[in-house]
């Protein structure tokens, strides 16, 4: 029998997360399958997710209407029922946690506010509110790659939790998170705190670069580029990861226990249909890595993916396409932190839409 083409990817030292979670994935049955069948191995949310979740479905009416009587605020409310969520996709992530090597995998991520994305003081609050409220070791707490999210990652991680950093698109913030990482850990340690258990991703986005590029790049006669910018970034990015999680500074935090924080492709679904549909996903397989994925690219690498370790592959033409970036004045930095500015959008659309849908339930309960 053909060996499973997602669970292939492991051998490869990449593990696959899934990009979704609702009531009925955990109720039915299907995490529990696609961990076994797929070798799934963690689990992401985000508020876009929680909120197609629950305007979707019925699954939250008893639990919205019974929360509506405690004179809750729709933020308390939401989060009420996504911690429900959360511990129980932990509960059934446990065993993959507990696998030989422990704590390697079997993560769930929950995000903070959206609404905080640039407010570090209340990231930090709300984080450990968070981490206190799941009780489980094999979560982690999603808080956006922003300059002002970057004093929260360090404060989070000195503070012992487990933390997804999101919402990254451009090199240098991508530095700063793994700086910022590599800070509290060391603050921890100074504070003569174990360091052994934490662990940590950087979640680069990739599908939006090239959806946000592309374009440009016909302006300026790089047509034979499209598609490749998101993919050059990540490489380098990696390149990155092995820079600062090697050597004696990251050596003397190893000693310890620490753990690299890896990086975390999301945003791996193909957006142009000119490309392949599972794009992303194998460009990028390599050790040491994780990736994100929506539940239809998920079946459609089931079906036909192609597992391969491609992450090192042509590091050189990953230079040259940036540096025919450079050399066309397409600045990739500025883009970057645009699409940084529009993902905090993306995010707080759903979820205030998502509070509204609280909001609604709450009156028809």
């Known amino acids: 029998m053909e060996t499973n083409k997602v669970k292939k990817i492991h051998d490869y030292g990449q593990s696959i997360w899934l990009d979704f979670i ?18 799934v191995r963690g689990l992401t949310s985000n508020p876009a997710i929680f909120e197609k ?4 479905s019925a699954d939250y009416d008893a639990d919205i209407a019974e929360l509506a009587r405690e004179n809750l605020s729709n933020d308390d409310i939401f989060y009420r029922l996504a911690v429900k969520d959360i511990q129980q996709a932990a509960d059934i992530l446990l065993a993959v946690y507990n ?18 994305a640039l407010d570090t003081e209340g990231t930090i609050k709300q984080a450990l509110e968070l981490w206190k409220a799941v009780d489980r070791k094999n979560v982690m707490i999603k808080i956006p790659g922003t300059q002002p999210g970057l004093a ?21 913030r991508y530095r700063e998170v793994a700086e910022a990482y590599i800070e509290g850990l060391e603050e921890r340690l100074e504070k003569g705190q174990s360091i052994n258990e934490i662990s940590s991703v950087a979640s ?54 620490a753990r690299p924080q890896r990086l975390l492709w999301a945003s791996t679904s193909s957006k142009n249909p000119a490309f392949k549909d599972t794009k992303y996903v194998e ?23 192609d597992p391969e370790s491609r992450l090192e592959i042509d590091l050189e033409g990953a230079s040259s396409v940036l540096a025919q970036l450079r050399h066309a004045e397409i600045d990739l930095a500025q883009l970057t932190q645009q699409l940084e500015d529009e993902g905090i959008e993306k995010f ?18």
Not at 22 to 39: A, C, F, M
Not at 223 to 228: I, N, P, R, S, T
């Open 22 to 39: 609702d009531r009925e994935i955990i109720k039915s049955g299907k995490l529990k399958q696609l961990i076994e069948v797929d070798g």
């Open 53 to 56: 979740a629950i305007s979707s």
């Open 99 to 116: 696998e030989e090597v422990k704590g390697a995998d079997g993560y769930v991520s929950l995000e903070v506010s959206p609404l905080l």
């Open 152 to 172: 929260a990652i360090k404060k989070t991680i000195s503070e012992g939790l487990n933390i997804n950093v999101t919402l990254l698109f451009g090199l240098e």
């Open 204 to 257: 680069f986005f990739l599908s939006r670069i090239d959806v946000l590029i592309d374009p440009i790049l016909d302006e300026k006669h790089l047509g034979e580029l499209k598609g490749e910018v998101a993919i050059a970034s990540a490489k380098k990015a990696y390149e990155i990861y092995k820079e600062l999680f090697s050597g004696e500074r990251w050596e003397k935090l190893a000693a310890k226990g």
């Open 283 to 305: 460009a990028l397989i390599g050790p040491d890595t994780v990736d994100t994925i929506p539940m239809e690219t998920l079946e459609a690498y089931r079906d036909h993916g």
């Open 348 to 365: 707080k659309t759903p979820y205030e839409k998502l509070l509204n849908a609280i909001e609604q339930q709450k009156h028809s309960a």
